[in-house]
């Protein structure tokens, strides 16, 4: 709304390009109180997904994974958090896709969480593991029939010769599994993030926000930083 109120008088005869540097929004927050946060960043993570999600915010739990090929070629893509412990950050995906290409070879990844009505964004960076087989049968087993079947169906990130195809895929395992449960397939399943750095930023006036950075030490322990906005 605030958008259309800064640029109502400007947008006739003028394509989004050339307005689109009048994007403009004022970031108004209480702001972080160093005494407030949590010694562990996932702690403090908690507190602030835990926000999100009670303030109603579509989709609180999906987030940017960003990976990137051994010689520095990134990429990314947006997948949901299943999970979050003292170990990191769970996301499930296929093993087959690029995004598991690119963390088999570097494992090395970073998470962003963008809830933007709360002006927040966290962002995250570690290495990646596969969780245990037998937590991604758990985690398999509690998903919807239809997805179950499309995680056989669909071999993620390959190319495929039409939208038909695929859903001629997804008849035949309807059939293969007909009154059966539909196990996991093997080239299905979890990583786990461990964090290494967790940073909290929350927009304020005047673009002078706040960011603290967690950093994990050798000891185990975190250290918080604030960083210039
Ligand atoms: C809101 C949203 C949630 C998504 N969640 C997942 C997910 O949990 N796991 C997943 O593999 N892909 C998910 N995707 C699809 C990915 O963004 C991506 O298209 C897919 O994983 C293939 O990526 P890759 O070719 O880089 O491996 C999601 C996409 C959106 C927009």
Not at 74 to 86: A, I, T
Request: glycine share 6%; proline share 6%.
């Amino acid at each position: 709304m605030n958008f259309f109120k800064s640029i109502s008088g400007q947008i006739q005869g003028k394509s989004l390009r050339q307005l689109v540097a009048n994007f403009r929004n004022e970031y108004i927050s209480n702001g972080i109180a160093e005494s407030d946060l949590k010694e562990n960043p996932i702690d403090q993570f908690e507190v602030w997904f835990n926000e999100a999600v009670s303030n109603k915010l579509r989709e609180p739990n999906a987030m940017h994974l960003a990976t990137a090929t051994p010689d520095g070629k990134p990429s990314g893509r947006v997948v949901l958090l299943k999970g979050f412990d003292e170990r990191g950050f769970i996301f499930y995906t296929n093993y087959s896709s690029r995004k598991s290409h690119e963390l088999e070879a570097n494992n090395y990844a970073s998470l962003t969480f963008l809830w933007l009505e709360l002006y927040k964004q966290v962002r995250i960076e570690g290495i990646v593991h596969r969780i245990p087989p037998i937590e991604a049968n758990h985690y398999f087993s509690s998903r919807p029939r239809g997805s179950q079947i499309s995680a056989w169906a669909s071999m993620q990130s390959q190319p495929v010769n039409s939208r038909h195809e695929l859903e001629l895929r997804m008849e035949d395992i309807e059939k293969e599994f007909s009154g059966k449960p539909v196990p996991r397939p093997e080239n299905w399943g979890g990583y786990c993030l461990a964090p290494t750095k967790v940073e909290f930023w929350l927009g304020r006036s005047n673009r002078l926000h706040d960011r603290i950075l967690y950093e994990l030490q050798a000891d185990n322990t975190w250290t918080k930083q604030r960083l210039s906005p």
